[in-house]
Nanobody, 115 residues
Framework: QVQLVESGGGLVQVGGSLRLSCAYSGGIFSINAMGWYRQAPGKQRELVASIISGGSTDYADSVKGRFAISRDNAKNTVYLQMNSLKPEDTAVYYC?????????WGQGTQVTVSS
């Protein structure tokens, strides 16, 4: 059974940093892409950052230059380094893995940026 477990969320002041981690297990045969999404209260879930199997990354315009996605294949973990955090970054952050037409999701981790 595939499991994705996020960690690293919390409360941080404006301008601060957090690093989210997503450890996955369960033997996903082939990963096409990994990503971080977020959902703020009353808003739709949005893609924040993604990394494909070849290593290329992509970011939402709102986080470019501040966030960085990376992966450690040996640890089966994907990370999201978040710097210069803003109040509008406050949301529940979800890890996603896309594999052969299937999507796997973590349970989410809350990030709150206080001003």
């Amino acid at each position: 059974q595939v499991q994705l477990v996020e960690s690293g969320g919390g409360l941080v002041q404006v301008g601060g940093s957090l690093r989210l981690s997503c450890a996955y297990s369960g033997g996903i045969f082939s990963i096409n892409a990994m990503g971080w999404y977020r959902q703020a209260p009353g808003k739709q879930r949005e893609l924040v950052a993604s990394i494909i199997s070849g290593g290329s990354t992509d970011y939402a315009d709102s986080v470019k230059g501040r966030f960085a996605i990376s992966r450690d294949n040996a640890k089966n973990t994907v990370y999201l380094q978040m710097n210069s955090l803003k109040p509008e970054d406050t949301a529940v952050y979800y890890c996603n893995i896309a594999s052969w037409g299937r999507d796997y999701w973590g349970q989410g981790t809350q990030v709150t940026v206080s001003s």
